[in-house]
C-alpha cells in the first residue's frame, strides 16, 4: 500500500492549488490520500504547532504505518514542521515534498525530501532555508520573487523579470505549473540533480539526450532594435558536435568551472536530460561577468521546469564563487529567448568580443546574481 498524507498550513489548506492538484498527482501515481484539516489554530506559530500537531495525532491514529510500503508526506508551511515532528517521533521512513517550510521545520531533523521556497516568503529568510537545506542534504527549489503562497504579485515584480506586470496571473500559473512538473518527478522518482564529474563525461552518458530543436522564429538585431523575424531551421548536434562539447565539459571541470546535470528515470540507470556548465574565469572590464557557457534540457523533457532548476544552480555557483552577474552568449530562438527572460535575464550592458565573433546571431544577456 502506498499512502500519502498531506499537512496543510494555518490558512493553506487543502483546497489550494498545491495541495489540489498535488493530490491529483499522487491519485494518478496509485496512492491512498489522506488529507489532514485544522481547526481553530491560533496565529502565534508555537501555539499553532501544539494544536495541529494534537490534531494530526488524533487523525493519524488509526494508520498502520506497517502495512505501507511506501509512504509519502506532502506539507505546506506550518505543515512542514508538524510533518518533520511526526515523522520523527513514530519514526515512520518517509520521503516528503516540503512547501514553503519554517526555519522550525529543520529543529525536527527533516527526513529526505525536496523543498520549494520563495524568496519573498514573509516567513522565512531564504538564507537560513538555503543553509539548512544544505545542512540536511536537501534540495532546494527557489522560486524568485515569490511569497508564501509560491506566487508573485505585482509589486514584486520589476520590469527586467516578466515583460508587463499585468501578466502576474500568467507568471503564477507558470510557477505553479513547474512546481507541480517537479512534484511529480519526484513523486514518482523520475528526477534528481548532481554536479557532473570528468570521469564520466563520456559519449555514453548523452545516449539518452536529445538536442533537438526545431526554430520557426528568432530574435535578429535590426537598426538597433531587436525584432522577430522568420528563421525556419532545424538545431541538432552531429557526432562531431557531442565529442567538441565533451571536450569544452571536461575543460570547464578541469579549469575549476561548474558542470551540473539533471537526470529522469530509477536508479541505476537514470538517463542525463539537462544540463547546465559555467566557467571559472572572469569576464567584462571590471571582471564582473562568468560566462554560462551552456544549459541544455533534452528535447522531450522541455516544458518541465528542468532549465529553471539548472539555472539556478548556476546561479547560486557563479555567485559563491565572487561573480556580480552571469554572462549569457544565448540562442536567439524565440522560444530559447523567453526562457532567459523569465529566468530574469536582459540584454547585456558590455558584450564579450569573443562570444560575439563566435556566434554573431546569439543575443548577448546578463543576470544579476
Known amino acids: ?31 491512498e490520500i489522506h488529507q489532514l484539516a485544522y481547526t481553530n489554530l491560533s496565529r502565534s506559530i508555537p501555539e499553532a504547532f501544539d494544536q495541529a500537531y494534537a ?4 487523525q493519524l491514529a488509526h494508520v498502520n504505518w506497517d502495512a505501507c510500503d511506501e509512504i509519502l508526506f506532502v506539507s505546506k508551511s506550518l505543515g512542514t514542521a508538524v510533518a ?16 514553503t517550510p519554517l526555519a522550525e521545520t529543520f529543529d ?10 520563495g524568496t519573498s516568503d514573509p516567513w522565512a529568510k531564504t538564507a537560513v532555508i538555503k543553509e ?16 508564501h503562497s509560491l506566487e508573485v504579485q505585482a509589486h514584486d515584480l520589476s520590469d527586467r523579470t516578466v515583460p508587463s506586470k ?61 525584432v522577430i523575424k522568420d528563421a525556419p531551421f532545424i538545431d541538432d548536434w552531429s557526432e562531431e558536435d557531442y565529442q567538441f562539447l565533451l571536450q569544452c565539459l571536461k575543460n570547464t571541470i578541469q579549469t575549476g568551472g561548474f558542470v ?17 556548465s559555467v566557467e571559472s574565469a572572469f569576464l567584462g572590464s571590471a571582471q564582473q561577468y562568468l560566462d554560462l557557457s551552456c544549459i541544455h534540457v533534452s528535447e522531450d523533457q522541455r516544458g518541465k521546469g528542468i532549465g529553471a532548476v539548472l539555472f539556478r544552480e548556476a546561479k ?42 563566435a556566434e554573431p546571431f546569439d543575443r548577448q544577456l546578463e543576470c544579476i546574481l
Open 260 to 276: 551540473y546535470g539533471a537526470f529522469c528515470g530509477k536508479m541505476p540507470n537514470a538517463t542525463l536530460k539537462g544540463f547546465v
Open 55 to 58: 490534531q494530526t495525532e488524533a
Open 108 to 117: 525536527f531533523a527533516p527526513q529526505p525530501g525536496i523543498v520549494f521556497h
Open 166 to 226: 499585468n501578466h502576474t496571473v500568467l507568471q503564477n500559473l507558470r510557477i505553479l505549473e513547474e512546481v507541480m512538473a517537479f512534484s511529480e518527478m519526484y513523486i514518482t522518482h523520475e528526477l534528481y540533480f548532481r554536479p557532473l564529474c570528468e570521469k564520466e563525461l563520456c559519449r555514453s552518458l548523452f545516449a539518452g539526450f536529445i538536442r533537438r530543436q526545431q526554430v520557426v522564429k528568432c530574435w535578429r538585431r535590426e537598426h538597433d532594435q531587436w
Open 316 to 357: 547560486n555557483w557563479a555567485k559563491k564563487k565572487g561573480g556580480k552577474k552571469l554572462y549569457i552568449s544565448a540562442h536567439s530562438a524565440v522560444e530559447t529567448q523567453a526562457f532567459y527572460q523569465m529566468m530574469g535575464c536582459v540584454d547585456a550592458e558590455e558584450y564579450d568580443p569573443h562570444h560575439v565573433e
Open 132 to 147: 539548512k537545506c544544505r545542512e540536511y542534504s536537501l534540495p532546494l527549489h527557489i522560486i524568485e520573487h515569490t511569497n
Open 84 to 99: 518533520a515532528a511526526y515523522a520523527k517521533r513514530h519514526h515512520i521512513p518517509c520521503r516528503n515534498i516540503y512547501y
Open 1 to 31: 500500500m502506498k499512502q500519502a498524507i498531506f499537512f496543510p498550513g494555518i490558512g493553506y489548506h487543502c483546497d489550494k492549488p498545491l495541495f489540489y492538484y498535488g493530490t491529483k498527482l499522487c491519485r494518478q501515481a496509485q496512492y
